[in-house]
């Protein structure tokens, strides 16, 4: 038997009473006023927790871990505001000495730029050397010669690039695919440093949808000791036919894994991004990835396997064809991202069983891009409230990298649609902080009951009590735990 004792914290939910619980082999057994419970034994795991705030661990619904393990060691170009600065920043970090045979840098967001990305600016900032710039939301690559040259032969077959050096959508992916290919042992070490850093912000699991199945992956690393996160990891169409044949069923564990990875969804792309300006558009612009019937009888065939569909859709019109998919299968599932709906749309989520899966920061970092290519339709565009009131499940994440994994970020701007100072975007759309904090937990859940799952985490404030976003985005994490074990404690 395994016994954690927490004495006097408060919970989230409550009062905020002080109270001692008790979790024995993973599960909390006792909650009773501060100074009532005593270790059972010697070997009682006690934290003494006075003034911490005590709630569910903390789910990300939508990452790309090994995405994101990557992206925390290329260079960063999110604060460039123009194609200049960018080769400008990327020019340095050659001076400065690239190890690598590639320099590859993250976060261009050229929507706003007043003037567009150039293979020269690229071939100019590092000669010799392969350059790719990552875009924010991944469904872009600019490269520069060189760099088209080698990942069309690691690809094998001609990139489709202009003279502005920018990939999209299929050839993006394949070459940050490429990019990803990298020695198993370092990037176990990048995804152990990545699941510590998720763990210190109350993280307890993750929705892994990298485009890669990773299944294998998670497991090994498991079994090698990286054991901070759970992990639900979802396959797409390339290796359906695989995930179909293992007999792998959306929310089977794994074995090995000691419950901590279990099959995830079938994650499908319908449509491109709005900072590509590939989302599909009532008004016809924008690429739709699949025919309707071609859809259909895709999630059709995993969900009769047994794999819950999990559908990419960010344009108004793939968010219809999304629903139409829903019910014609009659599946029950997500739609990842939904930032532009129709207004009749908005209801089928919850009379269709379709969960929200939203990304509350991708409002605040594409709010300029949207009122400017979306123009006239902004008020429709990451209708969180809407959608709640419509009786939706709402599921917070990240999208990370594209935003940060960290799950106060999402919380901070689905409450305040604010960021950095400026006024709340289109505020009729946020969200109160309890629904917030449920789309952000382990099971939906406010608090933590006797008979819960010890899945945990331990906060220096009550976030539901929260005054401003900043507050949340700021939020002290003191600890976390899985089955009462921490993976993060500073208490």
């Known amino acids: 038997m395994t016994e954690t004792l927490l004495r006097t914290v408060r919970r989230v939910g409550t009062s905020g009473a002080p109270s001692d619980v008790r979790v024995v082999d993973g599960r909390v057994t006792a909650i009773a006023p501060a100074g009532t419970l005593e270790p059972s034994g010697p070997d009682t795991d006690v934290v003494e927790a006075s003034g911490a705030w005590l709630g569910p661990g903390l789910v990300d619904h939508h990452v790309h871990f090994d995405q994101w393990a990557l992206v925390r060691r290329r260079v960063d170009v999110s604060g460039c505001d123009s194609a200049e600065a960018t080769a400008a920043l990327l020019a340095d970090a050659a001076r400065t000495g690239v190890t690598d045979r590639v320099l590859v840098a993250h976060g261009y967001r050229d929507g706003m730029w007043p003037r567009p990305a150039r293979r020269a600016l690229l071939d100019q900032a590092a000669p010799g050397l392969p350059v790719v710039v990552i875009s924010a939301d991944l469904h872009a690559v600019w490269c520069n010669a060189l760099a088209l040259q080698h990942f069309a032969a690691l690809v094998g077959r001609p990139l489709a690039a202009g003279e502005d050096g920018v990939l999209r959508e299929q050839d993006a992916f394949d070459v940050t695919g490429a990019l ?94 709005l900072g590509t300006r590939t989302a599909a558009m009532a008004s016809g612009e924008g690429v739709l990835a699949y025919a309707f019937e071609d859809l259909v009888a895709m999630v059709r065939r995993a969900v009769d396997a047994g794999l819950v569909p999990a559908v990419h859709a960010i344009g108004d019109r793939a968010n219809t064809l999304a629903l139409d998919v829903f019910e014609a299968v009659g599946a029950r599932g997500t739609i990842e991202h939904a930032q532009l709906l129709e207004v009749d749309d908005v209801e089928r989520f919850a009379r269709l069983g379709v969960a929200a899966s939203v990304q509350p920061e991708h409002a605040m970092d594409d709010r300029d891009i949207a009122d400017r290519h979306w123009a006239g339709a902004t008020d429709r565009a990451f209708p969180f409230a809407s959608l709640d009131r419509a009786g939706a499940t709402l599921l917070l994440g990240s999208d990370a990298p594209v935003a940060p994994l960290d799950p106060w970020v999402s919380m901070a701007a689905a409450v305040g649609r604010d960021r950095d100072g400026r006024e709340p975007w289109h505020p009729a759309e946020r969200l109160a902080a309890v629904t917030a904090w449920r789309g952000s937990t382990e099971g939906r859940r406010v608090g933590v009951s006797v008979g819960d799952a010890a899945d945990l985490v331990l906060l220096g404030a009550d976030p539901l009590a929260a005054s401003s976003s900043t507050e949340l985005r700021g939020m002290p994490v003191l600890g976390t735990a899985i089955a009462g074990r921490f993976t993060y404690l500073d208490v």
């Not at 359906?240 to 089977?252: C, Q």
């Open 180 to 273: 990803s290919r990298v020695p198993d042992d370092v990037l176990d070490g990048y995804v152990a440093d990545a699941v510590e850093a998720a763990a210190a912000r109350g993280v307890t699991r993750v929705r892994d949808l990298e485009m890669v199945f990773g299944i294998d992956r998670w497991t090994r690393r498991v079994q090698a000791g990286t054991d901070g996160l759970r992990v639900d990891s979802g396959v797409y169409p390339g290796e359906l036919d695989a995930a179909i044949e293992r007999g792998l069923r959306s929310g089977d564990g794994v074995p090995g894994t000691r419950g901590l990875v279990r099959m995830g969804p079938f994650k499908v792309i319908t449509d491109g991004s």
